[in-house]
């Protein structure tokens, strides 16, 4: 198993965390625009960061390996997570039982979702300078009859920029991706070609109940699972 880049990290940074040296960007304004074409630029004393993925499983990897009390496994999974005589047992999937102190369970559960949101995006880069570098478009929403539909532009220069197409319904919506961006693309900044540097897609669960129950002892839900 190879850790590489198949993901983006972007959020408001509110207050400091120990990955905040590998940021790729930060930006202390971004624009909304709505469905009619009218934009409002917003102004914040908090930044918007976004953070590849392969710098920061690098920085994971060295600090685990710097670490003695810390051990990496690939390529095995928990078939089994409950509490035995008080402490967490866990069950992987080349049959070894774990009794740690502490577990942080990442796993999905089958909690039915109200709505998905499906996203297909692309690292671009331009045969000229077109992005406004200093001020991207966390939502540039498009006409729909249901659900929401938006483009999220992250501009890393001038010429470099991620670009989404995100909709917001109770199907995934991957099938009309790459035709929507192309369509999105070309009305925005006619005559400039770009070249596909990275893709990154995914369709995300939203809960509006989160799970119930108190968990178990010593287990602490993460992720789309909490």
Same mark, same amino acid.
């Given at each position: 198993?190879?850790?590489?880049?198949?993901?983006?990290?972007?959020?408001?940074?509110?207050?400091?965390?120990?990955?905040?040296?590998?940021?790729?960007?930060?930006?202390?304004?971004?624009?909304?625009?709505?469905?009619?074409?009218?934009?409002?630029?917003?102004?914040?004393?908090?930044?918007?960061?976004?953070?590849?993925?392969?710098?920061?499983?690098?920085?994971?990897?060295?600090?685990? /390996?710097?670490?003695?009390?810390? @051990?990496?496994?690939? #390529?095995?999974? !928990?078939? *089994?997570?409950?509490?035995? %005589?008080? $402490?967490?047992?866990?069950?992987?999937?080349?049959?070894?039982?774990?009794?740690?102190?502490?577990?942080?369970?990442?796993?999905?559960?089958?909690?039915?979702?109200?709505?998905?949101?499906?996203?297909?995006?692309?690292?671009?880069?331009?045969?000229?300078?077109?992005?406004?570098?200093?001020?991207?478009?966390?939502?540039?929403?498009?006409?729909?009859?249901?659900?929401?539909?938006?483009?999220?532009?992250?501009?890393?220069?001038?010429?470099?920029?991620?670009?989404?197409?995100?909709?917001?319904?109770?199907?995934? /919506?991957?099938?009309?991706?790459? @035709?929507?961006?192309? #369509?999105?693309? !070309?009305? *925005?900044?006619?005559?400039? %070609?770009? $070249?596909?540097?990275?893709?990154?897609?995914?369709?995300?669960?939203?809960?509006?109940?989160?799970?119930?129950?108190?968990?178990?002892?010593?287990?602490?839900?993460?992720?789309?699972?909490?």
């Amino acid at each position: 198993m190879a850790f590489t880049r198949d993901r983006t990290w972007s959020y408001w940074r509110y207050r400091p965390h120990p990955f905040q040296h590998l940021e790729r960007r930060r930006w202390d304004r971004w624009r909304v625009s709505d469905w009619g074409g009218q934009s409002r630029v917003i102004e914040s004393a908090v930044s918007y960061c976004t953070l590849d993925a392969d710098a920061f499983y690098a920085e994971a990897q060295r600090r685990i /390996q710097a670490a003695p009390h810390v @051990a990496l496994h690939l #390529g095995v999974g !928990a078939t *089994r997570v409950e509490v035995d %005589r008080g $402490r967490p047992l866990v069950q992987l999937t080349d049959g070894r039982l774990l009794r740690p102190r502490l577990v942080f369970d990442s796993r999905p559960r089958p909690t039915p979702a109200s709505y998905l949101q499906s996203f297909l995006g692309f690292e671009l880069r331009a045969d000229r300078a077109c992005f406004t570098a200093d001020c991207p478009d966390l939502m540039d929403f498009q006409p729909r009859a249901r659900g929401a539909h938006f483009f999220y532009v992250l501009p890393y220069s001038a010429d470099t920029a991620l670009v989404e197409a995100t909709w917001i319904d109770h199907q995934p /919506q991957h099938g009309e991706g790459e @035709a929507a961006l192309r #369509g999105y693309l !070309a009305q *925005r900044w006619p005559g400039v %070609r770009f $070249r596909a540097r990275y893709r990154e897609s995914g369709c995300l669960p939203l809960v509006t109940t989160p799970p119930g129950g108190a968990g178990l002892p010593g287990v602490i839900d993460i992720g789309t699972r909490a």
